[in-house]
Nanobody, 125 residues
């Protein structure tokens, strides 16, 4: 049973920065894809960044490209999301997700991921 634990959320003023960390209970190299999703009140959960954990580089949705940076640390089994130039529309609950079985679908697809963290709140004012 894979566990994902997010940390690093909080409140920040517009233009500020936060770094989110997702810590996995297994070696990242045993996971296919890892992603960050977010869900704002009244909106659907959306993928914002992902990477193929063993060897791939990151992919981003347009609204965060150039502001957010996704990275992995095999020594700590963490997926990190550095968020800069935060805006009010970045306010949401942020979730880490893992594709454990190389599921079908592109990286933005919710159905691709079969392990989820509990979420961490980011509020930008």
């Amino acid at each position: 049973h894979v566990q994902l634990v997010e940390s690093g959320g909080g409140s920040v003023q517009a233009g500020g920065s936060l770094t989110l960390t997702c810590t996995a209970s297994v070696d990242l190299r045993t996971i296919y894809w890892m992603a960050w999703f977010r869900q704002a009140p009244g909106k659907e959960r959306e993928a914002i960044a992902a990477l193929y954990a063993p060897s791939g580089g990151p992919s981003y949705v347009g609204s965060v490209a150039g502001r957010f940076t996704l990275s992995k640390d095999f020594t700590k089994n963490t997926l990190n999301l550095q968020m800069n130039q935060l805006r009010s529309d970045d306010t949401a609950m942020y979730y880490c997700a893992a594709d454990l079985d190389n599921n079908a679908g592109g990286w933005p697809s919710l159905q691709k991921y079969d392990a989820w963290g509990q979420g961490t709140q980011v509020t930008v004012s």
